[in-house]
């Protein structure tokens, strides 16, 4: 009964991250999204990962913690990919305010 009840847990609060993942990669800004809480969420799973296998209670809870420490991995590399649009777009805005080209603009020719 205990890992039927940890599963519900994974899984309820796992369902979360697939909707995260799809706004941010929509957003295309890091602005709302936080560097601290995934790494500490992945932190956490990989905890949560490892005890299960320290303790040789390898079962299909093991399956939820994976593909939620995947999922929440896949978040953590939008939010790199989203962190460089954020770096061009303010290299866009300085260019423009100075007058000149951005390094992408140039790279582009």
Known sequence: MAEILESVM??????SWPISVAKNIKAHSAKNMSFRFNLLIIVGYIAG???KLWTHSVNYVLAVYVLNLLIVSVNMAVYFINKQYDWNLVERKAAKAIGTKSVAQREAV
């Open 10 to 15: 994974l899984i309820c609060f796992g369902l």
């Open 49 to 51: 990962i490892t005890a």
